[in-house]
Each structure stands twice: as C-alpha cells, then as structure tokens.
C-alpha cells in the first residue's frame, strides 16, 4: 500500500490509497481532534440536510471525544444517534453501550434524539426492531466506529457469520468479546455511510493497527474509506 507521509503542526497525516490517517502524541489529542471534525461533518449534515443522522460508537475509547464534542455549538436539536451495536443485556445493565453513551454525551446534549437498539429482546427480535427505526435512512452522514484489537468494529468481528449479512442490522452470535449476543449495524450499512470516522488509540492495538496499514481485510477496513484519529502508541514501529 502506497502512501505519502505529510506533516502538520497538529500531527502528522498519512494519506493511504483508501484512508487518511491522523496520528497524535495522545488519545486524549486524538479524541479532541476527532471531536473538531465530527462537529464540522455534523454542522455540514445540518446546513445541507436540515438533520444529521450519526452513527456512534461503544466501548471506552470514545468517552473523551464525547465530552469534547459536548463544548461545541451545534444545533443539537437535529442530531439524531444511533449506536453502531448493542451488547444484549438487560436495559441500564452498565456494560450496555448505551449507558456509556448516555453518561458520556446524552447527558451533557439532553436535545439530542438518541435511538437506543432494544438489545434486550435478544438480538434477532432487536435487529429485526431496528431495521424498521433506521428504515427511512438511505445513508447516515456519519459513522463514528471503534475499533477492537482484532480488527473488529461495531460488533462485527473476524470470521463472524454476521459479516456475512445484507441486512442493515444484523444479530451477532458467538461474539470473541462478551456478551457473546449483539446487535450491529452490518457491514452494508456502514459502507452506505456518507463518511466514516475511526477513534482508536493504544499499543494493545499496534499489532493489529500495522496489519491494516499493510493492506490485511479486516472488518474495520471493510466498511470503506476511513478517517483514523489514532494515537502514536497504536501505530508504532513495535507493532509492524
Ligand atoms: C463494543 C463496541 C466495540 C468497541 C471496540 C473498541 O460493543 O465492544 O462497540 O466495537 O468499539 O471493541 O473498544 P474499546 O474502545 O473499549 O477499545
């Protein structure tokens, strides 16, 4: 894979035949630059669209950008969210995604119209649910993802049956990280996306970091072009 390295005062950017990459000293100037260009993308959702639709992410990682994202002046009235997956537990169980999120950013924007995937009917009857909630969306503007040290996202991961799927929701079963029950937007529909936005930060994370650089199929580096806000940590050499 071919690239250019170029340098600027904020990082340095390397610009992949299929991804821009953005590497910072830290997570936390990764998540704020990240937090910089969704506010953009979504003021750019809204002035074109009147709404933007985001996709957002679970896991840890994104709870600063989160915060950051929360300082900006956006008309956060025409935001609507939706996670990317959902872990199938009980509603308020505090390993669900959306107890994150909603810690995180809904309770800071409370304007902000969140579309939580009912995770806890089980994840066929919840993917089926959720078919019909993002059913009017031909294409989200944004989808901000994580990404696993395997190279999943969402709740899409290596070898997985739910890879598999043309649904726009997919029920995930057999999951490497609990619960071994999901619920995830498909492959399909992060690649409908009209931009895609990765947050990923660590040197648990170089190993697998160095072999989507490479060139490797991963889920993550299935879903289209990337924006990657990433850490040095998580590029570094050790993992090549
Ligand atoms: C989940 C997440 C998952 C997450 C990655 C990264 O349900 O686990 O949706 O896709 O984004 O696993 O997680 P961390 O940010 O905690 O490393």
Not at 30 to 40: G, H, V
Not at 90 to 100: F, I, L, P, S
Request: charge should be negative; hydrophobic fraction near 45%; glycine fraction near 8%.
């Amino acid at each position: 894979m071919n690239c250019s390295l170029a340098v600027n005062s904020a990082g340095t950017s390397r610009l992949t035949d299929m991804h821009h990459w953005m590497v910072y000293p830290s997570l936390d100037v990764a998540a704020k630059a990240a937090a910089d260009f969704i506010a953009e993308q979504i003021a750019a959702s809204i002035e074109a669209r009147g709404v933007c639709h985001m996709i957002v992410p679970g896991g840890n990682t994104p709870a600063g950008c989160f915060a950051a994202l929360a300082e900006k002046p956006l008309q956060w009235d025409k935001l609507h969210c939706y996670p990317g997956d959902e872990r199938c537990y009980a509603v308020g169980n505090t390993e669900r995604n959306d107890v994150m999120i909603t810690a995180n950013l809904l309770s800071r924007l409370t304007s902000i119209h969140f579309h939580p995937m009912q995770a806890e009917r089980g994840a066929e009857q919840a993917a089926l649910a959720y078919r019909k909630t993002i059913g009017a969306i031909d294409a989200f503007d944004i989808a901000f993802l994580g990404m696993g040290e395997d190279g999943h996202t969402a709740s899409l991961f290596p070898g997985n049956a739910a890879l598999q799927e043309t649904a726009s929701v997919v029920a995930v079963h057999a999951s490497p990280k609990p619960p071994a029950d999901r619920v995830s937007m498909s492959l399909v529909t992060l690649r409908q996306a009209r931009l895609r936005v990765v947050l990923a930060a660590g040197a648990s994370k170089a190993m697998i970091m160095a072999r989507i650089r490479a060139g490797e199929a991963l889920p993550v580096n299935q879903v289209g072009d990337i924006h990657w806000f990433v850490d040095e940590a998580s590029v570094s050499k050790e993992g090549e």
